[in-house]
C-alpha cells in the first residue's frame, strides 16, 4: 500500500507540473492576444490619421509610402487575432482538462493517504488477523475490489472481465506457447506475477482460457494473488475457482428455504438477529445432514437436498420412541416416510433452554 500511495504521489506531481506548465502556456497566449489587439488598434489609428492627410494634402498613395506600410502592418494584425484568440481557446481547455486530472489525482491521493493511514492503526490494533481465501464472482471483480481484498491480506481467486487484459494476453500468445487441458472442452496457460504493463497496481498472476465451443473459441482470463503457486498447477487452479459455484448453489438453494426478503421485523436490531438465525439454520441443517450421512443411516429423504429436509422432513410427524439407551424417531404411518425410523444417540445433546428458567440438560 506505502508502494501504491508513493506511485500515486508521483502521478499527482507529474499532473501539476502539466498544470503549470498549461498555466504558463495560457498566460503566453493571453499576452499575445493582448498585444496583438493593442498593435491592431494602433496600426487602425496609423491608417486612419494618414489617410485623413493624405486625402486632405491630395497626396497620391505609393507602394512604400507610410500609409502602404501602415495598411499592411494592420492587414498582418488582423490576419494574426483569430490565430491569437484560437490558441487562448486551446491553452485554456488544455489548463481545464489538466486541473481536472489535477484535481482527481489530488482526490486519489487523499484517500489512499487515508487508507493507509487506516491499514496502519488497523495492523496495530489488530494482532492476529485473519487469513481468508476469496473466490469472487467475475460481475463484482473491478481492480478496486481486487486491490481492497489485496490490501486486507487476503488471498483473491477471480475470473476478470478486461478487454485490455484479455487482448493483451491473446497477443502475446505464439505457437510455441504451452497449452494446460483444464477442462472438456477448456485449454489454459498462464503468466506468474504480472502488472499487465501497469494495468493492475498489484502484480497477480495471470490466466487464458480457451473453451472450444464448437468450431468457435470463446477466451477468458483468472486472476490470483497469494502465496500459492497456482501456475504450476493449472488443472488445480481451473477447479479452485470453480468451486465456487458449488458454494453459491448451495447458497442458492438455502434462500429458496430459510428466506431473508420476506422480512418479519423492521428495527435494526431484529433484522440483524433475523440474518443471523437464517444464517445458523442454513449451517445446522447442512451439519445435521452431513451427521446422518456419518451414522450411516439410510434416510427416506434425500441429506443433500436443504429443501427437502426442511420443508418435507421437519414438517412430517413423527414418535419419539426410547428403548433402553436407544432413543429412536419413528415416522407415523400417515406420514410420506411410513415405516422408516432414525436413531439419535451417542453423545446428542438437546438445550431446551426455557425462558426465565433454570437450565436443564436432556440427554437422549
Not at 502556456?25 to 491608417?47: G, P, S, Y
Request: net charge positive.
Amino acid at each position: 500500500m506505502a508502494k501504491r500511495l508513493a506511485a500515486a504521489q508521483a502521478a499527482w506531481q507529474a499532473v501539476a507540473d502539466k498544470v503549470e506548465e498549461s498555466y504558463q502556456r495560457h498566460r503566453q497566449a493571453q499576452d499575445n492576444l493582448h498585444d496583438t489587439t493593442l498593435f491592431l488598434r494602433q496600426w487602425r489609428q496609423e491608417v486612419g490619421t494618414l489617410t485623413a492627410d493624405y486625402e486632405g494634402e491630395s497626396r497620391p498613395q505609393t507602394a512604400h509610402c507610410q500609409l502602404t506600410r501602415a495598411q499592411h502592418k494592420m492587414a498582418i494584425f488582423t490576419k494574426r487575432l483569430p490565430r491569437c484568440q484560437k490558441a487562448v481557446d486551446v491553452a485554456q481547455r488544455r489548463l481545464a482538462w489538466h486541473g481536472a486530472r489535477f484535481d482527481a489525482t489530488q482526490a486519489e491521493v487523499d484517500r489512499l493517504q487515508a487508507h493507509y493511514q487506516q491499514l496502519v492503526a488497523d495492523n496495530a490494533a489488530n494482532l492476529n488477523p485473519i487469513r481468508a481465501t476469496f473466490r469472487l464472482d467475475g460481475g463484482f471483480t473491478d481492480r478496486e475490489n481486487i486491490y481492497w481484498l489485496i490490501e486486507m491480506g487476503y488471498k483473491v481467486y477471480t475470473r476478470g472481465r478486461f478487454a485490455t487484459v484479455r487482448e493483451a494476453f491473446s497477443a502475446a500468445v505464439t505457437t510455441e506457447t504451452e497449452w494446460t487441458q483444464v477442462g472438456r472442452n477448456a485449454i489454459m496457460t498462464a503468466w506468474r506475477h504480472t502488472t499487465v504493463d501497469g494495468y493492475f497496481a498489484y502484480p497477480l498472476d495471470v490466466a487464458l482460457l480457451h473453451y472450444h465451443t464448437g468450431d468457435t473459441v470463446q477466451r477468458a482470463t483468472l486472476l490470483h494473488y497469494g502465496q500459492t503457486d497456482v501456475v504450476a498447477d493449472l488443472d488445480g487452479w481451473f477447479h479452485t475457482y470453480n468451486g465456487r459455484q458449488t458454494i453459491e448453489a448451495g447458497i442458492k438453494e438455502g434462500k429458496n428455504v430459510f428466506q431473508m426478503h420476506h422480512l418479519k421485523v423492521r428495527s435494526p436490531e431484529a433484522l440483524l438477529l433475523q440474518e443471523h438465525l437464517a444464517c445458523f439454520a442454513a449451517n445446522f441443517v447442512r451439519f445435521a445432514g452431513w451427521w446422518l450421512v456419518q451414522s450411516a443411516q439410510p434416510t427416506p429423504f434425500a441429506t443433500t437436498s436443504v429443501k427437502q429436509m426442511v420443508q418435507v422432513a421437519a414438517h412430517t410427524s413423527a414418535w419419539v420412541q426410547r428403548q433402553g439407551d436407544i432413543w429412536l424417531l419413528m415416522f407415523t404411518a400417515q406420514s410420506c416416510y411410513a415405516g422408516y425410523s432414525l436413531r439419535f444417540g451417542g453423545g446428542v445433546v438437546q438445550l431446551p433452554l426455557p425462558l426465565f428458567k433454570d437450565i436443564c440438560f436432556s440427554h437422549f
